[in-house]
């Protein structure tokens, strides 16, 4: 586990950190754009297969990944996590097990239990990327390489049988899902299930396919606004139906 910690110059407010978790291949870059337009303190966990490589025996598993998390976090420090694609069903678990977290942020979540086969999930990824945007390529690319398609492919079998859906379920936390609307990964339907599952509110972004983070990060810093407004509430947050 690495952890990269907030620009020096970044002021602390008084908010709940900030705990980034890079998607499948991706690395600390990732969440770069969206840092940078983020107030307060955050943080990047980097884990095998979502932002290294995963060396020699390393589990992958949800479960193991989200322990790996659990051990960056502080006691007694109040915690969003916010997880891209292949580390959505990480830091939900982790959220299970974490009483300090308050609140998560879910973009392009995986794991829909009707597309777990390798067939469909390929069928879906490239039905994605040529939504993507061409400039997107490089830093992608540069990404998949430092963690490689080995560790990558180990990653997402480790973690495409979870059950995100039931996860939320058991958990009280404000949740907010961001997705691309071009997203054929996280389809409108499973981000719908998981806004009902976890009585939280869904973000449809125009224009935007997987990689929100990159294209659109001022929706992920709107998306963790509305859950540092809800801090510190005595009455719980009103729910919001998907869009």
Not at 173 to 178: A, C, D, G, Q
Request: include cysteine; charge should be positive; hydrophobic fraction near 40%.
């Amino acid at each position: 586990m690495t952890l990269h910690q907030a620009a020096a110059d970044r002021p602390a407010t008084g908010s709940p950190l900030v705990v980034f978790v890079p998607g499948l291949g991706l690395d600390v870059d990732a969440w770069q754009a969206v840092r940078d337009e983020l107030e307060g303190p955050s943080v990047v966990v980097l884990l095998p297969s979502l932002g290294r490589p995963a060396r020699g025996r390393a589990d992958l598993r949800v479960e193991a990944q989200a322990t790996r998390v659990l051990e960056s976090l502080e006691q007694g420090t109040p915690t969003i996590l916010v997880g891209l694609s292949a580390s959505c069903p990480v830091v939900v678990n982790a959220a299970a097990r974490w009483g300090e977290v308050v609140g998560l942020v879910l973009v392009g979540p995986v794991t829909d239990p009707t597309a777990q086969s390798w067939p469909r999930m390929l069928r879906q990824w490239w039905r994605t990327a040529v939504h993507e945007r061409p400039s997107e390529a490089t830093t992608l690319a540069r990404q998949y390489r430092r963690t490689g398609p080995i560790s990558m492919m180990r990653g997402m079998n480790a973690v495409r049988r979870f059950r995100t859906d039931l996860a939320l379920q058991s958990l009280t936390l404000p949740v907010e899902i961001v997705r691309g609307h071009q997203d054929r990964i996280a389809t409108h339907e499973w981000s719908s299930e998981l806004a009902r599952v976890s009585h939280g509110h869904l973000t449809t972004i125009e224009g935007a396919a997987h990689m929100v983070p990159l294209t659109h990060p001022e929706a992920v810093v709107a998306a963790v606004d509305r859950i540092r407004s809800t801090h510190g509430q005595t009455q719980p947050a009103v729910t919001r139906r998907a869009a």
